[in-house]
């Protein structure tokens, strides 16, 4: 199961680059756009294409792609997979195709879908519908780009696919940066960036392809059945892999009623985001490709232990980030994001939506973990069961609670759907003897959480006897994460919450490599 994990810590390495370049990003941002009407136009205009790129590329594609594709190509070949890709990739530019075209006539009623309370200010509504139309064929080559992507982490390959999000955030960021030696108008510099850095990234990863050889031909569309098949899993697969996308969406729809809501929400997002990419994204990404592998050598025990390695690495390292974000909320959004535009209500607000979402976290990865089990044998259709009655509680809940509490209710919304999803996964996982939590691996989660918990406790004891005003704010977040991830481990250790024995081995191939 090392490969899983280390396959995993490549994708979690890339992608926590990306995280930190995407943060440099969003202080460009906060400090341009702040949390007023302009910076509501950027979430809406950049969420639309993003929003269908994770459904439709990242999401439900590679769970109906990547399992067929590794499966032809263990039985097949590399020549006979290649061949089957680029008949998917023949229909899915056509579909994108019109798709888009159809996107950029009918705009106002996506925007107004994604932005309901838009509509009784036609300025900015007029605003929203301009740059997302600009903005939307970033979509066609993020889309295009997952295939390629698909097709190296089939083949081994993670580190491309997992890179090429880091070129956007730098992309923006000099677009920022020319808009201010410019002096000209920011949204329209930033948004014209996001189109460019879809081509710089589709470039990249398919760069990366083609010197791996895998080099797929261009050929006429043709609806074959192999093509249906792999839509007909992917067509469930957009809610079952999506489940945070559109709870998302139904939130940033319902928070636009209340101004600045949808802006604090993106940077909640965006911070919660940090370890949902580095580690529950990172575990789907690594694991796919290998539980498809043993399912199709019919290792069924082996395929059982990858998930339970995965389930339990995603553990160690959310909990103690759940903990750790919820209680520095406040001090980290300061640093990253409080000044020109940002304010400290600004910071205030945000800070309560984050330990909001802080509370939903380790639903969200261990959501991504188990996705897998289930895509690995070519099922998108029980996560997209599940993933609906989620959705429903979300919409449910939060269009009861947001005119009383604003825009927290949504995030607790988004939480409750994120718990009721995953324990219907699990039940399912477990009635078809798939997967079961119990044993070793609950007692080890428990441990964990217990962990997690003492660190929490210790950390709000040292911020009361040194509060962050004592000393420069960075060093004091340093010194606050490195007591309480230090901390963690050793109370993760002691109480059984990670073997021994993976310690010491650890800690044996850093001496040797520090020889």
Not at 35 to 64: M, Q, S
Not at 464 to 491: D, K, N, R
Request: with cysteine.
């Amino acid at each position: 199961m090392k490969s899983v994990l280390s396959n995993a810590a490549l994708v979690g390495s890339a992608t926590l680059a990306s995280r930190v370049t995407g943060f440099g990003r969003d202080i460009f941002l906060a400090a341009l756009l702040g949390a007023g009407p302009l910076a509501e136009i950027f979430v809406i205009a950049f969420r639309l294409p993003n929003l269908f790129r994770r459904l439709f590329a990242e999401g439900a594609f590679n769970a109906a792609f990547v399992p067929l594709f590794t499966k032809r190509l263990e039985s097949e070949g590399e020549a006979s997979a290649l061949a089957f890709a680029g008949r998917i990739l023949a229909v899915l530019l056509a579909a994108l195709c019109v798709f888009t075209l159809l996107a950029q006539i009918f705009m106002p009623a996506l925007v107004l879908a994604l932005a309901q309370g838009f509509s009784g200010d036609a300025a900015k509504f007029d605003a929203a519908v301009h740059y997302a139309r600009i903005s939307f064929p970033y979509l066609i080559f993020m889309s295009l780009m997952s295939l390629f992507a698909a097709m190296l982490n089939a083949t081994g390959r993670f580190f491309a696919a997992a890179f090429a999000p880091i070129l956007l955030n730098l992309v923006l960021i000099g677009a920022m940066a020319l808009a201010v030696v410019n002096q000209g108008a920011p949204l329209d510099y930033i948004i014209w960036g996001v189109a460019l850095a879809g081509f710089v990234q589709f470039a990249f990863v398919f760069i990366a392809a083609w010197r791996a050889r895998l080099r797929v031909a261009l050929v006429t569309p043709k609806i074959t059945p192999e093509v249906k098949s792999v839509w007909l899993l992917a067509v469930p697969g957009i809610l079952a892999a999506g489940i945070g996308q559109i709870n998302l969406l139904v939130g940033t729809s319902i928070a636009t009623g209340q101004a600045g809501a949808a802006a604090w929400l993106y940077y909640a997002d965006r911070l919660y985001q940090l370890p949902m990419g580095v580690i529950g994204v990172a575990m789907s990404v690594a694991l796919l490709p290998e539980l498809s592998r043993r399912l199709a050598a019919s290792q069924e025990a082996q395929a059982h232990d990858a998930q339970s390695t995965a389930v339990l690495a995603a553990g160690f390292l959310t909990l103690p980030a759940a903990a750790g974000l919820f209680v520095l909320a406040a001090p980290i959004i300061s640093l990253l994001f409080e000044r020109g535009a940002f304010g400290a209500e600004d910071t205030a607000i945000t800070a309560h939506l984050l330990q909001a979402f802080c509370l939903g976290l380790p639903a969200f990865v261990f959501i991504k973990a188990l996705q897998p089990s289930f895509f690995a044998r070519q099922d998108t259709r029980a996560p997209f069961i599940d993933g609906a009655i989620g959705v429903a509680v979300n919409v449910s809940l939060s269009l009861a609670f947001f005119p009383i509490y604003g825009a927290v209710a949504i995030a607790l919304a988004t939480v409750a759907a994120g718990y009721v999803t995953l324990i219907l996964m699990l039940v399912r996982l477990a009635r078809r003897n798939v997967w079961h939590l119990r044993g070793l691996v609950l007692a080890r989660l428990l441990a964990q959480s217990l962990a997690a918990a003492g660190m929490a406790g210790a950390l709000q004891l040292v911020m009361q006897a040194v509060p962050p005003q004592t000393q420069p704010l960075g060093i004091w977040l340093l010194g606050m994460i490195g007591f309480g991830g230090l901390g963690f481990v050793v109370s993760a250790v002691v109480l059984g919450g990670v073997p021994r024995q993976a310690v010491f081995d650890a800690l044996g191939r850093l001496r040797r490599r520090q020889r």
